[in-house]
């Protein structure tokens, strides 16, 4: 949506110098035509972008979450290994599109995603359609709306320019969430709440007015998650804001939320406890 600012910097200016990911060396494949590298392990291989659409450290702190929860992880993006194209999707059980920029606009990280070769939102969409799953996270919540993704029965909004919020300006600080009915502290910046109405959607966390902070919701065969908080924000970002470290809470609701996500939504459901927040 034109005009909401979202995301982070911790304590820096968003590196247009992108890393290349861990791997062979050499020149990165000009295309998505090689399927990204998986593990001998086992494990899910969850496929999280690393670009000009996102922030300094949100891919990262994606990964530690991910990781955390037992998936491989891999980056894709402009000078990543692995690029978009047909085949980037093939093998993943995940993609994840992290938190962005503090100051950029949806449209302007949508604009910045779109110009990446090989890019196309069809890409996300047919892979989520088929059976695939999609995480958004702040920025990556507001992108699987519109402008973005389009994967959601509904749309996301400005949190803090919704009636009766409780955080009303853009600085980094922790937002009151109800987590499955329990209080929560979560890290916040300028993220997302979601107006969605569609069948089989799981609000799993609310904002103190009522609004969808958390949710899990169907997209043909697929699913997807989007959280308006950072479930995967480390200690250090609280260090850098001077903020109550909530990291291990948080970090355990998103392991909540990876579990929604990818469970078999025909397999009868269970309802985890997270840790209240002190």
């Not at 090689?34 to 999280?48: E, K, S, T």
């Not at 990291?247 to 840790?275: H, I, K, V």
Request: net charge negative; with cysteine.
């Amino acid at each position: 949506m034109a005009g909401v600012r979202v995301g982070r910097v911790p304590g820096l200016v968003a590196a247009v110098v992108l890393v290349l990911a861990a791997g062979c060396g050499g020149t990165p494949p000009q295309s998505g035509d090689v399927p990204p590298p998986g593990r001998d392990d086992g494990q899910p291989l969850a496929l999280v972008y690393r670009g000009p659409a996102a922030c300094e450290g949100c891919p990262e702190a994606a990964e530690g979450l991910l990781e955390r929860a037992g998936f491989a992880v891999r980056f894709v993006g402009p000078g990543e290994q692995v690029r978009f194209g047909p085949a980037a999707l093939t093998g993943v059980a995940l993609y994840v599109q992290p938190g962005g920029t503090n100051g950029q606009e949806v449209a302007t990280a949508w604009s910045l995603l779109a110009r990446d070769p090989g890019f196309s939102p069809d890409l996300v969409r047919t892979y989520v359609r088929g059976g695939g799953r999609f995480l958004g996270l702040c920025m990556g919540g507001y992108l699987a709306g519109d402008p973005g993704f389009d994967l959601l029965p509904g749309d996301s909004g400005q949190y803090i320019r919704s009636p009766d919020a409780t955080v009303t300006d853009e600085r980094d600080r922790l937002v009151d969430v109800l987590w499955r009915g329990r209080p929560q502290r979560m890290y916040f910046q300028d993220g997302p709440y979601f107006d969605l109405d569609g069948p089989g959607t799981d609000v799993l966390a609310r904002y103190p007015n009522g609004r969808t902070a958390a949710a899990v919701t169907p997209y043909g065969r697929g699913r997807v998650a989007v959280s308006g908080p950072h479930p995967e924000a480390p200690a250090e970002w609280y260090r850098d804001y001077e903020l109550p470290d909530q990291s291990q809470a948080g970090l355990a609701l998103g392991e909540d939320l990876l579990r929604t996500l990818m469970a078999d939504p025909t397999a009868p459901a269970s309802t985890p406890t997270p840790t209240p927040a002190r």
